[in-house]
Nanobody, 122 residues
Framework: QVQLVESGGGLVQAGGSLRLSCAASGRTFSRNVMGWFRQAPGKDREFVAALRWSGAYYADSVKGRFTISRDNAKNTVYLQMSSLKPEDTAVYYC?????????????????WGQGTQVTVSS
């Protein structure tokens, strides 16, 4: 059974940092695009970042502040978040895609974690 399990969320003050982790089990995702999405209360889920073999790409709202990375030996993907803002408050989801390309829409991802809450206070 494939599972993605996020961790590392929490409460942080504006300007602070957090590192989210997403541990995969049940199969290896070393060749898959891995992504992070987020959903704030009352809003649609939105793309944050993704990592493919050729590099990473980010939503404009997080570019320069967030960094996505992976450790294939641990089958884990990370999201380092710095200079956090109150508008970054959301549930953050890890996802894996079977698409070969640049998936940025949630329907392009096949596997999802349960989410981890990030709250940034002002």
């Amino acid at each position: 059974q494939v599972q993605l399990v996020e961790s590392g969320g929490g409460l942080v003050q504006a300007g602070g940092s957090l590192r989210l982790s997403c541990a995969a089990s049940g199969r290896t995702f070393s060749r898959n695009v891995m992504g992070w999405f987020r959903q704030a209360p009352g809003k649609d889920r939105e793309f944050v970042a993704a990592l493919r073999w050729s590099g990473a790409y980010y939503a404009d709202s997080v570019k320069g502040r967030f960094t996505i990375s992976r450790d294939n030996a641990k089958n884990t993907v990370y999201l380092q978040m710095s200079s956090l803002k109150p508008e970054d408050t959301a549930v953050y989801y890890c996802a894996a895609s079977e698409i070969v390309g640049l998936p940025q829409r949630d329907y392009e991802y096949n596997y999802w974690g349960q989410g981890t809450q990030v709250t940034v206070s002002s």
